[in-house]
């Protein structure tokens, strides 16, 4: 009977998730949208939505490892698109467009400079010092033009509100060590069972636990991505707003 209540709710979530990101999708391609910063948020709402894809049927597959590591991407989008659009507590002022491109290009910047430590670190064969070339031309460009890096996500988190940060700490900090694979992970998975201090052999699981907030992460930050584009461009969200309560509401009860 457990199983199949966790079952319904779990269906519940992700065809409403779903269903967000396909209205959203669909007010954007109805309504008439040309500028750049259109197309960068459309391109980052796709992203967004198979991501979330992702993430929910590798947790329905109960493959978590994989489902914490696209969360961690996740919330990494969900950092980053905040930040584009200065969505505060409460949303007195919109951002202009010119800030949000800005911001675009400081976000292109960053990565670049990622890009090059990266490549610095890799052999420098003919293909790597091409690369590196081309990436320091789109630096030096980026520079002459005032861009700077962005701000670190944790500083991003702070920026945008209390709930942000909690969520910062749940789950872009804690999902990286699934990216970033080391022991903290490894030893979960297999392990030496030792008796009377000898050891005895070798245990063994194939995946590690779900931790128990992944649904309500998700639906969080499905929640968020959508309310932040449709309120960048006015549309309503107060239905979505009452769906989301609702599924936070039954999650928390599990």
């Known amino acids: 009977m457990e199983n199949k209540e966790n079952n319904n709710i779990f269906n519940l979530v992700a065809d409403t998730i779903m269903k967000w990101y396909e209205q959203t999708h669909t007010t954007m391609t109805t309504v008439k949208m040309s500028s750049r910063i259109d197309v960068e948020l459309m391109g980052i709402l796709l992203v967004a939505k198979e991501q979330t894809l992702g993430v929910l049927t590798t947790l329905a597959n109960n493959h978590v ?6 969360l961690r991407i996740l919330t990494e989008i969900h950092i980053v698109l905040n930040w584009f659009l200065d969505v505060p507590e409460k949303n007195d002022k919109k951002t202009k467009p010119d800030t949000v491109y800005e911001r675009l290009r400081r976000w292109d910047y960053t990565r670049l400079e990622k890009d090059k430590t990266l490549f610095q670190n890799l052999p420098q064969t003919s293909e790597v010092i091409s690369a590196l070339t081309e990436i320091n031309l789109r630096i030096e460009e980026l520079k002459k033009t005032g861009i700077k890096e ?17 969520l910062y700490a749940k789950a872009y900090m804690k999902y990286s060590r699934a990216v ?49 584009i449709r309120n960048f461009y006015d549309w309503q969200s107060e239905a979505m707003q009452n769906e989301y309560e609702r599924l936070i509401s039954k999650l928390e009860k599990k």
């Open 150 to 166: 962005m701000p670190n996500y944790k500083q991003l988190y702070e920026s945008l509100g209390t709930e942000l940060v909690e």
């Open 180 to 228: 970033h694979l080391n022991r903290n992970v490894t030893q979960k998975l297999a392990w030496i069972h030792s008796e009377n201090g000898k050891p005895k052999a070798i245990l063994y699981n194939n995946n590690i636990d779900p931790d128990g907030n992944e649904l309500i992460i998700i639906v969080s930050i499905s929640s968020d991505i959508n309310k932040a």
């Open 65 to 70: 490892l994989s489902t914490h590591v696209l």
